[in-house]
């Protein structure tokens, strides 16, 4: 069975562009999660969809934002990026609260 | 304010030996634990998890105990394998409608023959 699959797997932005990331579930998986993950840190909630809707949402900037489309799969946008935004983002899809994560989109800000 | 305590932040333990990675919470309203393995350049795979109602929780070498009264739960990995070098989070969630997971700091297991 395929993982959650997170494209691009590396990306090289400059400081005020804007991002998106995109993640497909695992099938059958309603439930996608983003994470941020800060090197040497644990993974940090962005925000969760279920269903399309979002049904939470992390401490995260308004530069942050994420949707859901009918097949479940999601992208997660960020705006005006930062140098601080550097990191892994991972995304997640959950059946029953267990989440199962892909390898995640290693974003750069330069 | 971290809600998920996780220690120690590295661990080095001898091939076979007994590797223990504990955590604490604050928040009562969590009501799932898991444990992830990271591996370099790689995501968060879900080891083992557990709800609050068992004590403990047995799979092949991973083990979760978990003690409510105390707010902590600990992994432990018998027979430590140079395999399982990778770095370990614990989490918890609370099922209020969405599952967002609080992860600890994580540990850097590493095995040593």
């Known amino acids: 069975d395929a993982g959650v699959t997170q494209s691009p797997t590396h990306l090289i932005k400059t400081r005020g562009q804007h991002v998106t990331l995109r993640c497909s579930p695992i099938s059958g998986h309603k439930s996608v999660s983003w994470y941020q993950q800060v090197l040497g840190q644990g993974p940090q909630f962005i925000f969760q969809?279920?269903?399309?809707?979002?049904?939470g949402r992390g401490n995260f900037p308004d530069r942050f934002s994420a949707r859901q489309f009918p097949n479940y799969s999601s992208e997660l946008n960020v705006n005006a990026l930062l140098l601080g935004d550097s990191a892994l983002y991972l995304c997640?899809?959950?059946?029953?609260?267990?989440?199962?994560f892909g390898n995640g989109t290693r974003l750069t800000v330069t | 304010q971290q809600q998920v305590k996780q220690s120690p932040q590295s661990l080095i333990v001898q091939k076979g030996g007994i590797s223990i990675i504990n955590c604490a919470y604050e928040n009562t309203a969590f009501d799932y634990f898991p444990w992830y393995q990271q591996f370099p350049g790689k995501g968060p795979a879900l080891l083992i998890a557990?709800?609050?109602?068992?004590s403990e929780k047995k799979e092949g070498r991973f083990t979760i105990s978990f003690n409510k009264s105390a707010k902590q739960f600990s992994l432990h990995i018998m027979d430590s394998q140079p395999g399982d070098s990778a770095t370990y989070f614990c989490a918890a969630s609370s099922n209020f409608g969405n599952e967002k997971l609080t992860f600890g700091t994580g540990t850097r297991l590493t095995i040593i023959p």
């Open positions: 969809y279920y269903e399309k809707e979002e049904r």
């Open positions: 997640a899809s959950s059946l029953e609260q267990s989440l199962h």
């Open positions: 557990i709800r609050p109602d068992v």
